[in-house]
């Protein structure tokens, strides 16, 4: 056990600096193509630096995801209590995940629900916000989201849908991809659903809320 745990500190510290060449969604997804190449697509995947990724594309995704993010140590006590509280109510437009329990989630874990799974998202989570910086939890996190069918990262997703490289994006186009978040497989950036157009507008309102770009200056 001492071992797995050294050789996991020791991976967090190289990725630390080093661009991540993947993630165990982007490794699943390539691992189906190379099964079945006639059924299954390989991950659109592009690593993009942070210097590279346009401010309000940062902050529209920590305005969808994670408002707390520059404040808490990896999980949001409030929208879990939130969360809990809604669960029999009406649904919230913000999910109780933060975006470090997405980080760990995309990079090292599965989908699914489970005590077992919860406890490891948590402790990469506590962990990751140990070793990395809030900035670099924020440039993996938009290298390894998903924003499209089997398109990975915010430039491979620029790409994809805008036909543009991330810095070329307009405040509008940036809030749709973070608008896509939650349902990335299903949502069609191009052509909105009434309640992606809902989710969409709510982002632009409340980044003006937050103060704008300014806001990244608390990272």
Known sequence: M???????????????????????????????????????SAANYEWIDWKDIPSDVVLAVITAEDQRFPTHWGVDLIEMRNAILNRKGKSSIRGASTITQQVAKNLFLWNGRSYIRKGMEVFISLSLELVWSKKRILEVYLN????????????????????????????????????????????????????????????????????????????
């Open 144 to 219: 390894v989201a998903q924003f499209a069918p089997v398109t990975f990262g915010v430039k491979a997703a620029s790409k994809k849908i805008y036909g543009k490289l991330p810095m070329e994006l307009s405040k509008e186009e940036s809030a749709m991809l973070a608008a896509v978040l939650p349902t990335p497989a299903k949502s069609t950036a191009l052509d909105p659903s009434p309640t992606l157009q809902k989710r969409h507008a709510w982002i632009l309102e409340h980044m003006e809320k937050l103060g704008g770009v300014t806001y990244l200056n608390r990272l």
């Open 2 to 40: 001492f071992g797995i745990v050294l050789f996991y500190l020791i991976v967090l510290f190289v990725f630390r600096w080093v661009p991540i060449p993947s993630s165990a969604f982007i490794y699943h997804q390539n691992a189906l193509h190379k099964a079945q190449p006639n059924v299954y």
